[in-house]
Nanobody
Framework: QVQLVESGGGLVQAGGSLRLSCAASGRTCSNYAMGWFRQAPGKEREFVARVSRSGSMTYYADSVKGRFTISRDNAKNMVYLQMNSLKPSDTASYYC?????????????????WGQGTQVTVSS
């Protein structure tokens, strides 16, 4: 089992940047592919980005492609989400997730473990 704790959220103006961090504990982080999801009030949780176990492969939602970068440091058991050129539509709670599987990579169904979330608010 793995425990996930997100940090780095906050309030930022449109066009600004934030870096979210996810600290993994329990089993070795490198055993899991890691993802970021977000959920805005009244909306379903949606896929943002995913990084493979080694960090060599990344996947992004079209809405964040070119603005967000997911990365990981397996030696530190950390996963990051660098968010640039933020928009008010990026406002949401952001969740880190981990999976030992390789299916449903864009769906919440494909992830076994979840953090508690960190709030990102982008003002216009």
């Amino acid at each position: 089992q793995v425990q996930l704790v997100e940090s780095g959220g906050g309030l930022v103006q449109a066009g600004g940047s934030l870096r979210l961090s996810c600290a993994a504990s329990g089993r070795t982080c490198s055993n899991y592919a890691m993802g970021w999801f977000r959920q805005a009030p009244g909306k379903e949780r949606e896929f943002v980005a995913r990084v493979s176990r080694s960090g060599s492969m990344t996947y992004y939602a079209d809405s964040v492609k070119g603005r967000f970068t997911i990365s990981r440091d397996n030696a530190k058991n950390m996963v990051y989400l660098q968010m640039n050129s933020l928009k008010p539509s990026d406002t949401a709670s952001y969740y880190c997730a981990a999976t030992s599987g390789g299916t449903n990579i864009y769906s919440i169904l494909g992830y076994n473990y979840w953090g508690q979330g960190t709030q990102v608010t982008v003002s216009s």
